[in-house]
């Protein structure tokens, strides 16, 4: 269904137009960063990995220390609201939690009452030009802090990534580190085929665990394709597809890198697969 009708948003325990939602400004989500988020997919109202998001967002609140609002099962209860005031086809579920106001100080002695935001909005249909010929990246030194595993929404380095990657006419800025190896794009994880095998970054502090990764690596294992989680560069020999990967896009074909074709410069045909595989198990899911 499309949606005509004003969007509604949770904020601050009831569901209001997302025009009259605010938070105050002194909530530390807007004075210092101070929370986590999620973005979650619903297709015809039925969420994609909904218990893992859920799982998620509760790993980001314990390694900051925030209280979840709310119970999981409420929380989850409060997302299944939120999109059926707001029933897009294809809807993105963004979930914040902030450490909650107080009067502006680095250090909160107090446990305060965190704030739950939850919007939804329409996922924008993967653009056909792009599954057709492939995303394309540039590639930058790391600028972000250390403990990339945890979905903060400190997204500042993400941020001035990504308009890099737009003012180069790119889609995705990729991360590397000291040695080279990329590790994650601003807002997708990223994996190649080497040697025929699926190889992506380990999880470690330096990436996202993302939902979608992990769907996209228990895919492989299941086809029986081989995988690797290790370090890897864009210049090793025998690499000969790249994608990247996210609750946004699901698999994204990645064809472009500083300038430079990958493989034959085409969505190759393991990532194509593996895309068809994802989506094949989306339709599934929908019943
Ligand atoms: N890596 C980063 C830095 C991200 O911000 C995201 C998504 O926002 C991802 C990876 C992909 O994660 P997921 O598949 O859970 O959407």
């Not at 107090?110 to 030009?129: C, F, G, K, N, S």
């Amino acid at each position: 269904m499309k949606q005509n009708k004003p969007l509604t948003a949770w904020v601050n325990g009831r569901f209001v137009p997302l025009d009259e939602a605010t938070v105050h400004i002194e909530d530390r989500g807007f004075q210092f960063a101070d929370g986590v988020y999620e973005v979650i997919a619903c297709f015809s109202g039925t969420f994609l990995d909904l218990d893992a998001h859920l799982k998620r967002l509760q790993r980001s609140c314990d390694a900051i220390a925030i209280v979840l609002p709310r119970p999981l099962k409420e929380l989850e209860s409060l997302i299944q609201q939120s999109y059926a005031l707001n029933p897009f086809d294809h809807a993105m579920i963004y979930v914040q939690i902030t450490r909650g106001v107080a009067p502006r100080s680095h250090l909160v002695k107090e446990q305060l009452q965190p704030t739950l935001v939850i919007t939804v909005r329409e996922l924008p249909e993967p653009e056909e030009h792009k599954l057709a010929h492939g995303a394309s990246g540039i590639t930058r030194p790391d600028l972000r802090w250390k403990r990339c595993d945890i979905k903060s929404i400190a997204l500042l380095a993400s941020v001035l990534g990504k308009q890099e990657a737009e003012s180069h006419g790119v889609d995705e800025t990729f991360w590397l580190d000291e040695q080279g190896h990329l590790l994650e794009g601003c807002a997708t994880n990223c994996f190649a085929i080497i040697d025929h095998k699926l190889v992506t970054h380990p999880l470690d502090h330096q990436v996202l665990g993302g939902i979608t990764r992990k769907m996209l690596l228990r895919l492989a294992h299941a086809h029986e394709l081989q995988v690797e989680e290790r370090p890897w560069k864009l210049s090793e020999t025998g690499l000969t597809e790249c994608m990247m990967t996210s609750t946004t896009n699901a698999v994204m074909p990645v064809c472009q890198m500083n300038g430079v074709a990958i493989g034959n410069g085409a969505p190759g045909s393991v990532t194509m697969q593996l895309r068809q595989w994802m989506l094949d198990e989306f339709e599934a899911l929908k019943g």
